[in-house]
């Protein structure tokens, strides 16, 4: 328990071995700042005995934020919620509870510091991000909650695999799905399929691959949402299919590739959630691309741009480096002189 308060308190002081850790990167606080601020509010009373209720109100702070991360991005508000879990949330770990208490604060805080950690991840502070995840996973353990271990293992492959070791990843989403063996969470089990298909898509294991996009449609099929955890309520139709045009991407099948796409955008355009959308459309683009059809990715290149203007979030500034990468073989063409100036202008705003 010491472990997570340290470091929910270095975050928030902004200390050495964070600032320096791998990948790590200073973010301000997003717009929702004045709004979030107001669930401090929501506290115990110091000292005192961690009732239930305590509980129940960490957790309608997670909702709140969660929100914020899906509509706006990692960068929107994490420093807020570091400072609530560091002022408010910690501290309740040190603090008398009965049994049933306590295994229910470590599972809220559990949810509450796996979010930290995956909005770091997708601000690009991949180290601060990953002490977070490690802790999260303790926590989950300390709860007896099999299923949210297995989310934290989950979000763990997706760092391991994007950051450029899809082996580890692989072996994380396994070890997720073995430990999902004794609990009930189709949506986490799909995620979990979802990014080893990732990760072999990446190993040039292209059969295994598509056995595991397989298996986690087939996975997807059984999710009830309203028997779900809050923490799966964004395992949805634009997450997972957005996700499986990645894997098709680097599988070189830009068909598949611009099917998941299109699948992940039409929803992630009812849902309004831009940056789902960035990285969709930024997938869609690279199956353009492979097929050489350039007037078309750039179509869905800029509308990548734009989308990824609208939130913070290091993943899509990437999805939009990506693209140019994958466009310098026809430099010399108009339209990818035009991408790549505007996608330079997106950097400028984002620095």
């Not at 295994?103 to 559990?110: D, F, N, P, Y």
């Not at 039409?266 to 683009?285: D, E, H, I, V, Y």
């Amino acid at each position: 328990m010491e472990a997570v308060a340290d470091l929910g308190r270095a975050d928030v002081e902004r200390r050495n071995f964070l600032a320096v850790a791998p990948f790590a990167a200073v973010a301000a606080v997003g717009p929702s700042r004045d709004w979030l601020l107001s669930t401090l509010d929501e506290q115990a009373t110091p000292g005192a005995r961690v009732r239930l209720e305590d509980v129940t109100s960490v957790r309608n702070v997670f909702a709140k934020f969660q929100r914020v991360d899906v509509m706006q991005g990692g960068g929107a508000g994490r420093h807020v919620l570091a400072r609530y879990m560091n002022d408010y949330v910690y501290p309740l770990l040190r603090r008398t509870h009965a049994e049933d208490v306590r295994r229910a604060l470590c599972e809220a805080t559990a949810e509450q510091t796996y979010l930290l950690g995956w909005m770091a991840y997708d601000n690009g502070e991949h180290g601060t991000a990953q002490r977070y995840l490690i802790q999260s996973l303790r926590l989950a353990e300390e709860s007896r909650n099999t299923a949210l271990g297995a989310h934290v293992l989950a979000g763990m492959a997706d760092q391991a695999t994007l950051l450029g070791n899809p082996a580890e990843g692989r072996s994380l989403a396994q070890a997720g799905r073995h430990g999902l063996a004794k609990a009930s969470s189709p949506a986490c089990l799909a995620d979990l399929w979802c990014l080893e298909a990732r990760a072999l898509a990446q190993l040039g294991q292209k059969r295994a691959a598509r056995h595991a996009v397989a298996e986690s449609e087939r996975s997807f099929e059984r999710v009830r949402p309203e028997e779900e955890q809050e923490w799966a309520q964004f395992i949805d139709v634009a997450y997972l299919h957005g996700e499986h045009a990645n894997t098709y991407r680097d599988l070189s099948d830009p068909a598949q590739a611009e099917a998941h796409a299109r699948e992940s955008i039409r929803a992630a355009k009812l849902q309004r959630r831009a940056r789902r959308g960035a990285m969709s459309q930024a997938a869609l683009a690279a199956a353009h691309v492979q097929r050489r059809d350039l007037e078309a990715a750039h179509a869905a290149g800029v509308r990548t741009i734009r989308l990824a203007q609208r939130v913070r979030s290091s993943r899509c500034v990437e999805a939009v480096h990506d693209l140019s990468r994958r466009m310098a073989p026809y430099g010399s063409n108009r339209l990818v002189a035009d991408f790549n100036e505007r996608a330079r202008e997106l950097t400028g705003s984002a620095a």
